[in-house]
């Protein structure tokens, strides 16, 4: 069989992406899935995969250890419904719940081109699009900031793992979470800034959560260069990990 150069030009720019939709998931749960597929994606077991998700209220340190940011006694995280957990991500502290859009790409920065920088800027640049779609003007952290910001509040952070060019950990975007959690840490380490989310700053009519996770996942892939995605529901995804 005889392909036109054109046609074998165009298959070798098809990048696929393989979007896992999760719902809501223990944070511990999803460490452990992002530690097995990060090592299943090193031994190309698997193609370059996106979680998509929430988490239950959860708080997240970064492997620089900067438990002075959080201003909540530990023993008191019970009584306001949250955990806390230790990462080795970077970034400072952060805040994980229900109504955030997170994404963790399970990806191989050598397959698409990227540095670490590179990489973070393209999620950036995946969350500053999103917000754009509701008309609200967001733009990159500036020195000495990390995530995604709308004047001088944060909509989005950023904290994420590299190990031998295969990513982990992610973004996350604020739809309507319950702000109220910020107020018990230093977000990412930044004194004196507030958080924000996407139903403060628009004057639009948000649809259901579910569309706004799927616009960031097309924001995403196409931030990316991913022109094929293969879907996975949360039941796929379950038998598909009973099977192996």
């Known amino acids: 069989m005889r392909f036109s150069w054109d ?8 990048r696929s992406l393989e ?3 999760m719902g809501s998931i223990n944070y ?11 090592s299943d994606r090193k031994t190309h077991k698997i193609p370059d995969t ?3 998700l929430q988490h239950p209220p959860t708080y997240t340190l970064g492997k620089r250890r900067t438990d002075h940011n959080l201003l909540i006694p530990e023993p008191d995280l019970q009584k306001i419904g949250a955990e806390l957990h230790y990462t080795q991500r970077g970034g400072d502290i952060t805040f994980h719940g229900p109504h955030q859009a997170i994404l963790y790409p399970i990806i191989s920065l050598r397959d698409v081109g990227l540095g670490a920088r590179n990489y973070v800027e393209k ?5 500053i699009e999103l917000a754009s779609l509701y008309g609200v ?5 500036q020195t000495g900031e990390t995530g995604v910001w709308v004047g001088e509040r944060k ?6 793992r590299i190990s031998y060019g295969i990513t982990s950990h992610g973004l996350a975007f604020n739809i309507d979470p319950d702000l109220n959690y910020f107020k018990h840490i230093v977000p990412c380490g930044i004194a004196n800034k507030e958080v924000t989310s996407l139903r403060k700053e628009t004057d639009s009519v948000l649809p259901a959560e579910e569309v706004i996770h799927e616009q960031l996942i097309s924001c995403f892939a196409r931030v990316l260069g991913y022109s094929n995605l293969i879907w996975k529901e949360n039941g796929s995804i379950l038998s598909d990990s009973v099977e192996n």
């Open 123 to 127: 999620l950036e640049l995946t969350m």
């Open 137 to 141: 003007r967001a733009r990159a952290g």
């Open 19 to 21: 979007v896992w939709k």
């Open 7 to 14: 046609l074998i030009c165009r298959m070798k720019v098809l």
């Open 155 to 160: 909509i989005g952070a950023i904290g994420v």
């Open 28 to 38: 511990l749960n999803a460490l452990k899935l992002q530690e097995k597929l990060v």
């Open 50 to 52: 996106l979680l998509s």
